[in-house]
């Protein structure tokens, strides 16, 4: 018990001193250069069209679903000032991830992942607490502890991040269950369309996000964007940006054609990601007992999601929010077959700091994300080929004559 409170003590002993170093790094112990609050000054102006002019903000830069608009109203509330109120909140949201992921670590007697929690979300410097992608990070971790053991509140879990970005929504695909799949799909549902119709009645048309998610080229800094780069580096040429929706664009004939390719390589890894749930519930109820494990369900999540952040047209920093939550998930109560593709991730978060000043950087930490997202892919398809090896193996041994 004694050892217990110690580790218990450490842990938040770290937590206390990385936070502290991240918040420092907004400035708000800087008496020089004072806070920069980046994008939560943007919020800031967002929270105040919704309560002046009763819409969703009509910017290009707002690209989020309903919940985003509850987030920046919740975070509003407070009596402070909107920034200090902002840092506060994703710190409280920061301090239950830690929960989340020490509750699995006490089932499962591996503490890698609240480690890599305490030590890889400061890489990020102060990422984590100037956007909102700690938000729906922990709820998707929130709905992988309670995985096909409580499917009412793992599908409301993942309907809620959904309903404030987009990706948890693929969450569901890890539910190999028929109709655990149905019940987490219904609540799902019932969580993401009581989130628009609320905004619907409260703030008009709510399809304006989806017009600049499909109108955006390629960013900057997206795992496409690499060539560009790589010249750079090379020759010193830097590509050709644009300041469009929020972010910085590369405006060429062929960075919009691979912007093209990849909107349609998205969509495969959706299809390849359907395609491994049917083969694995077939599996399953083919005898296959050792793909119900809820370590093969956050084994998948974390597959999946590192997939289409590769993919995607648009790679932002703060998305490698999301990968380090999944990875602690994976590395506390994932399976071995995945710990590689999460320490590689890991190396991409450390150098995604760098990208911003050098073009090397962003070639190595593409490229470890791209090396990370094929060894995951592999991974999870060799585990249902060599299942299916084992079982024909064995059914030899069975019928072989003694």
Same mark, same amino acid.
């Given at each position: ?134 938000? $729906?990070? !922990? /709820? *998707? ?5 309670? =995985?096909?053991?409580? +499917?009412?509140?793992?599908? &409301?879990? %993942? ?33 993401v369309l009581a989130a628009f119709l609320v ?39 830097? $590509?050709? !940006? /644009? *300041? ?5 664009? =590369?405006?060429?004939? +062929?960075?919009?054609?691979? &912007?093209? %390719? ?82 590689? /991730? ?32 592999l991974a999870m398809a060799v585990v249902l ?18």
């Open positions: 018990m004694l050892h217990e409170h110690r580790i218990w003590f450490a842990w938040g002993a770290v937590w206390l001193a990385t936070r502290a170093l991240i918040v420092s790094q907004v400035g708000f112990w800087n008496d020089v250069g004072g806070v920069n609050l980046e994008d939560v000054a943007i919020y800031d102006g967002w929270v105040r069209h919704l309560e002046t002019v009763g819409q969703m903000p009509a910017e290009e830069s707002w690209q989020y679903p309903p919940g985003a608009a509850y987030l920046m109203l919740l975070v509003a509330l407070t009596p402070v000032a909107f920034g200090d109120s902002f840092v506060a909140t994703m710190l409280v949201v920061d301090l239950l991830g830690l929960v989340l992921i020490a509750s699995l670590a006490g089932a499962e007697r591996r503490d890698t992942g609240i480690w890599v929690w305490l030590l890889a979300m400061p890489l990020l410097s102060k990422l984590s607490v100037l956007r909102f992608d700690l938000v $729906p990070t !922990v /709820v *998707a971790m929130a709905a992988l502890v309670v =995985i096909h053991r409580r +499917p009412t509140l793992f599908g &409301a879990l %993942a309907g809620l991040g959904a309903a404030i970005k987009v990706w948890p929504a693929v969450l569901l695909l890890a539910e190999w269950d028929r109709r655990r799949l149905a019940r987490a799909a219904i609540a799902a549902l019932a969580v905004a619907a009645i409260a703030y008009g048309d709510q399809s304006g996000f989806l017009d600049g998610q499909s109108s955006r080229g390629l960013q900057a800094e997206s795992v496409g964007s690499t060539p560009w780069h790589l010249r750079e580096a090379v020759d010193g040429e830097p $590509p050709f !940006v /644009v *300041a469009r929706f929020g972010t910085s664009e =590369i405006d060429s004939g +062929p960075a919009d054609a691979i &912007a093209i %390719a990849l909107e349609l390589l998205t969509l495969l890894v959706l299809a390849a990601a359907a395609g491994w749930w049917l083969l694995r519930e077939r599996a399953i109820r083919s005898g296959r007992a050792d793909l119900r494990d809820a370590a093969v369900s956050r084994d998948f999540v974390f597959a999946v999601v590192l997939a289409l952040v590769v993919a995607n047209k648009v790679l932002s920093p703060q998305f490698m929010i999301w990968l380090v939550g999944l990875a602690a998930v994976v590395l506390t109560a994932g399976t071995p077959r995945l710990a590689r593709p999460a320490w590689t /991730v890991l190396a991409a978060t450390a150098l995604t700091w760098g990208v911003f000043d050098s073009s090397f950087s962003l070639v190595l930490r593409n490229t470890a994300l791209v090396v990370a997202a094929l060894d995951a892919a080929r060599r299942g299916a090896a084992d079982a024909e193996v064995a059914g030899a041994a069975l019928r072989r004559p003694w």
